[in-house]
């Protein structure tokens, strides 16, 4: 397994993060994750939508939470087309209940709790914590990634301004 240290910092300390580093213009890995339903999802599942992966370490948190309810907000103008995936390891039991707290719809909330899967194929599993590091990726229609935004300090916020440039303008590249 890949370890990359010193990409991201936790209040300010090192951490390290497993699996190989994406980059744009690549194919999107396949992966993963456990819905709120139990059922697993995998990338086939979105066939012929565009994705943004929202990744957090816990909903649990108020950077977090922010950060979902900032998606949720998002969500409404990405059109149908666009499926927004929340993605964290909280177990799907948590994230039932802040779906439910938060009223929020427009995003599909996944977890990675079980084996970590797309941690790895992403290249953000957070080795010391067994948690995903904060980072975004938009990935398009044929599946190559289109943007990638890894949180140097995984406390800070995403740069949702840049997240929604980029989303627009694959939009408008792809259509709606």
């Given at each position: 397994?890949?370890?990359?240290?010193?990409?991201?910092?936790?209040?300010?300390?090192?951490?390290t993060?497993?699996?190989?580093?994406?980059?744009v213009?690549?194919?999107?890995p396949?992966f993963?994750?456990?819905?709120n339903?139990?059922?697993i999802k995998?990338?086939?599942?979105y066939?012929?939508?565009r994705?943004?992966?929202?990744?957090?370490?816990?909903?649990?948190t108020?950077?977090?939470?922010e950060?979902a309810r900032?998606?949720?907000?998002?969500?409404?103008?990405?059109?149908?087309?666009?499926?927004?995936l929340?993605?964290?390891?909280?177990?799907?039991?948590?994230?039932?209940?802040?779906?439910?707290?938060?009223k929020?719809?427009?995003?599909?909330t996944?977890?990675d709790?079980?084996?970590?899967?797309?941690g790895?194929?992403?290249?953000?599993a957070?080795?010391?914590?067994?948690?995903?590091s904060?980072?975004?990726?938009?990935?398009?229609?044929?599946?190559?990634?289109?943007?990638i935004?890894?949180?140097?300090?995984?406390?800070?916020?995403?740069?949702?301004?840049?997240v929604?440039?980029?989303?627009?303008?694959?939009?408008?590249?792809e259509?709606?």
């Amino acid at each position: 397994m890949v370890e990359r240290k010193g990409i991201v910092t936790f209040s300010g300390n090192p951490i390290t993060l497993l699996g190989q580093e994406l980059t744009v213009g690549a194919q999107a890995p396949d992966f993963k994750l456990q819905a709120n339903d139990l059922s697993i999802k995998t990338l086939g599942d979105y066939k012929g939508k565009r994705l943004v992966l929202s990744v957090l370490p816990s909903l649990d948190t108020s950077v977090c939470d922010e950060q979902a309810r900032r998606f949720v907000a998002m969500s409404e103008s990405l059109g149908p087309d666009t499926a927004v995936l929340v993605v964290s390891c909280d177990l799907p039991f948590a994230q039932s209940r802040w779906v439910l707290e938060k009223k929020a719809s427009g995003v599909t909330t996944l977890s990675d709790h079980l084996n970590l899967n797309f941690g790895l194929a992403y290249g953000v599993a957070i080795k010391e914590m067994r948690l995903l590091s904060r980072s975004v990726f938009i990935i398009s229609k044929d599946r190559s990634i289109t943007y990638i935004q890894m949180v140097r300090e995984i406390t800070n916020q995403v740069d949702f301004d840049d997240v929604e440039a980029a989303a627009s303008r694959l939009i408008a590249q792809e259509g709606k």
